[in-house]
Structures are given as C-alpha cells and as structure tokens.
C-alpha cells in the first residue's frame, strides 16, 4: 500500500545539499526549495530514509518526514498555499 509523505530539510553546508535534492528526485515531486511530496510504498520510505541518512550530517542537519496517509487526494487538499501556486505537474514519479 502507498502512502503519502511531506519531505522536508534543512541541510547546512550547499554540496550536502545538491546531493540531496538528487535522492529526492528520485522518491517525489518537488514542491519548494527544500520540500517534496512523495507517494512511497513502506520498502521505498526505507530505502529513502537510508539514502538521505548516508549524505546527512546528524549533528548539523534535519530531515523531516510527515506521513499525510494513504489518500492522494486528500493529502494534496490539505496543503494550504499563500502565494504562488504549486506546479501542476501532469507527470508523475513512479518508482518500480
């Protein structure tokens, strides 16, 4: 079962950074700067979790996962934006 995940992180030094932005490219859709929202089965939330922990610094960074559930729907209504909209993004990221 898929459920859906807010990814959100504070990363200290920029070349960590970059290298994280990358693993999260693969696991969801980038909603800000440092935000993503995932659509993962529980094998690809481990295998995330264990990519950010090789790349993160434990005691200068933060990672933060919120699990929204398994609605899509609902989980994308919940977000409340000010300002510019987010993307509407036609293509989706599917990890097989």
Do not use: N
């Amino acid at each position: 079962m898929r459920r859906c995940y807010l990814v959100c992180y504070d990363i200290s030094s920029p070349k960590r950074w970059r290298r994280v932005y990358k693993v999260m490219q693969g696991y969801g859709e980038h909603w800000q700067y440092s935000v993503f929202f995932c659509i993962l089965r529980d094998i690809d939330r481990v295998r995330m979790e264990a990519a950010l922990d090789e790349y993160i610094k434990h005691d200068e960074d933060q990672t933060l996962i919120l699990d929204l559930g398994p609605d899509e729907k609902a989980a994308r209504e919940s977000a409340t934006v000010l300002g510019l909209p987010l993307k509407d993004t036609e293509e989706r990221t599917v990890i097989v």
